[in-house]
């Protein structure tokens, strides 16, 4: 049984005055113990709404959230607000984009990594000040004991990733969502946090959605990859079917835009044409359909349904490679 | 060799200027730009020299600011108020009593009145602040409709309102007074930066680690949110330096004069003016120059804390 089941996600803004906007549009997957899931697009795909929106983290006014999220059985959308912060930190954590500014300046990185300890632990501060050493050692922070008694400003851009790391799994959480953790950081210190984030995750049986723009990262750690775009899935598969044969235009188009070491050197990158902004809604269409080299007419007339071809999902008329499947995948 | 220790001593300086900037707190970098700031450094010694008269007024004045001069040293020539004489530097007042030591005891009673009605109106401003702030909703449309309200009407309109519905007045109800006209300007500035805390990446980061509402608030959201407020506090110590003043100014101070009180003294100078101007100068430069010293505190401190100006 899957641990995290997410059945047709939606959510919607709407303003008053405005046109409701769906940022997430019936989005499904599910997540094992201890699988790795990747969440791929470009900016404004739906991956950090969808994130929030597991955690139960979106405005409460002015969000429209619909679907389930059932968490071991249990549909997380309908918890109460007190209820759902008992799961948060202790069954569900999250690792933010900007380390920077996702820890409080004012407290020591200590207090942060025990408040969760004591929270959900119930640990007295002594030993809460003990395991969060630990932790911070084992997130491998050294000095551990001195670091604690220090304030974020005094710890590098890795450190406080490894501390905000250290605090999403003071808990032994059953599934972390990790929504692009290592872009705010230097190349060589990406390498780092996202091995440090794999060994964690492999060692305490923890499953991953790990939520990215960058292919590099997926191909690094994730089983299975879900490829976004305007709020819904366009392809999914494993991890190797995706990187050999990815079937759908957008898919081809961001590992095509990849600039690769044995290109010959003058070679211009390949990028996708147009931009987020051009995306028609998908009542009418293909959101992709401006941008899309392979695009017929029938993108532009009607809506692609998700078809299943073996292991991999395609919302496509006219894939890459081979026609379109044509057995469709009723909505889960 | 020459060149080998100039190209040390230079990244000797490098070092040092880089080991002075990183890893300095907020606190302390203010510090170090404050210290050589003339501005704070003028303001802080007109403070500073105010609180040291104020601690040391009942030893220094040289006569009780309550009793009368003997009729020998008052001259008929001059309306019953005494002229500069050998121990009364400034003379005395309409009553015979010594200017002197009255405007010395007077700063006791001007700091006393602003700093308890700035902690009061800071402390109601920080309790609606961090209702409106940390609850949201109809919560803080509530809280901020009543602010509205008393923001809209005059502060010292409203001082002298508040002060006029006690039934008998007396220092206490200055302060009282001064301070409810503070509290709405607290509690819309801490409500502005509580609710930027709310939507800031480090709450999101709190709560999605299930950190509950109470220590959100108290521990996440407010010490960040303070910065703003603690400058304000230090501004509204001149406000309410000059409100009390004109409080008693306007005959709504202590009926009682036998404490001395600057404003009520620049009241009671009123009608002789024009014959003994320098019953009202005293005070009303004591005033002047104690609200400028946290003025210009307020303002440097100001400054001092501004991200944006930090180098």
Redesign the interface.
Known sequence: MALLEVRDLSVVFQRKGEEPFAAVDGISFDVSPGQMVGLVGESGCGKSVTSLAIMGLLPQRGVRVEGTVEFEGKDLLRLSDRELADRRGRDLGMVFQDPLSSVNPVIPIGVQVSEVLERHEGLRRREAALRSAELLDRVGIPDPSRRLKEYPHQLSGGMRQRALIAMALACKPRLLIADEPTTALDVTIQAQILSLLSELVRDTGTALIMITHDLGVVAGMCDEVNVLYGGRIVERAGRHELFAEPRHPYTAGLLASIPRLDAPRGDRLTPIRGSVADNIPWAGGCAFAPRCPNAVDACVERSPEMTRDGERLLRCHNPVGRPAPSEEVPVQ | MAIGTSRKERIDSLAESSASET?V?LAASAWRRLRRNPVFLVGASIIGLFVLLALLAPVLAPHDPGVRMLADQVSRATNSIPPAQEGHPFGGDQHGRDLFSRVLLGSQQTLLVAVLATVIGLGGGLTLGTLAGAFGGWVDSLVMRIVDVMLSVPSLLLAVSIGALFSSQTQFTVILAVAIVQIPVFARLLRGTMLAQRE???V??????????R?IVF??ML??ALGPVIVQSTLVLAVAIIDAAALSFLGLGAADDSVPEWGQMLGNAQNVIDSHPHLAFWPAACIIVVALGFTLVGESLRDALDPKRRR
């Open positions: 890893g707190s800031s990446d480090h999101l980061a709190a709560r999605s680690l299930g950190v509950r509402q220590s521990r996440h010490p960040n």
